[in-house]
């Protein structure tokens, strides 16, 4: 009991089927690891993970285009729906930069990350007086997927301080449920004027590659969020958002799904990558 009043998010651990989700994840995360394309290709796997990743969650924010274009296109200034894939690409690349900053300040690499995505100032699309800081009394948010109502600025910066304070304290949490609630309390918050479902499944990125279940970034969760559709998410969230034991662990249990299907997405293109080798 103690321990997990100074580790909350160990409780979490323990909830019913919170245990299997993370061993089903680790066994899945462990075969995509030992393929033997990985041995000398992982670089490859790493980039094709990152370009799928910020696809999948692209879709998930109203731009759902096909992979094949995400690859081709070199200009994402245009629409709203470029936008949304232009800032995925950003963060998917930012991300692994970010981890030991993370560790040690992860409000400042919220704020990175909203930076990020939204464009440097000047570039088309980007707000530049609400880039990079924590929405303000008044300010409108941008976020169709998500409808929950939103808590007031006071809120969102004290859950944002408790959130730094878990993550920056450690803990024995396993590596997907602390990603799971790094996602669904940014979710829940949205702190940023605009791309906060795009910030939270990066950030749901780098818990997992910091965490070091991840260390090469193969295993986009991502591509899962997005393959179990927007409906199913939208659903698993408003567990998070009951707090229920029950809601948070289908949470959990939502998010591991989704890097199960990452890492099946991951070992598909090493068994392309194999066949074009022989």
Known sequence: ????????????????????????????????????VMRRRSNEITSEAALRGARGSAALSGADWALEEVRRRTDFSGDAE????????????????????????????LARLHLVAAGEPGRPGSEADSVGRPRQAGETVDEPLIEAPLPDPAEVAGRLDGLSELI?????????????????????????????????????????????????????????HAEQGRAAYVAAFEGYLSGTPEGMAAWIAHCGRA??????????????LQRGAA
Not at 15 to 31: E, F, M, Q, T
Not at 213 to 220: A, E, G, M, N
Request: hydrophobic share 45%.
């Open 168 to 224: 920056i304290a450690g803990g024995t949490a396993p590596a997907l449920v602390t990603a799971a609630v790094v996602h669904g309390e940014l979710l829940a918050l949205r702190p940023f004027t605009s791309y906060n479902g795009l910030i939270a499944r990066a950030a749901e990125r780098i818990v997992l590659i910091g965490s070091g279940l991840d260390p090469k970034s193969i295993c986009p969760a991502e591509v899962g």
């Open 259 to 272: 890097v199960e299907l990452g890492v099946r997405e991951s070992t598909a293109v090493c068994e392309a």
């Open 1 to 36: 009991m103690s321990t997990h009043a100074s580790d909350p998010l160990a409780a979490l651990g323990s909830l019913p089927g919170v245990a299997d989700s993370v061993d089903s994840v680790r066994k899945a995360v462990d075969r995509v690891y030992g393929h033997r």
């Open 82 to 109: 470029a936008r949304t894939v232009g800032a995925a690409l950003r963060l998917s690349a930012e991300a692994g930069q970010l981890l030991s900053i993370w560790r040690q300040s992860p409000l400042r690499v």
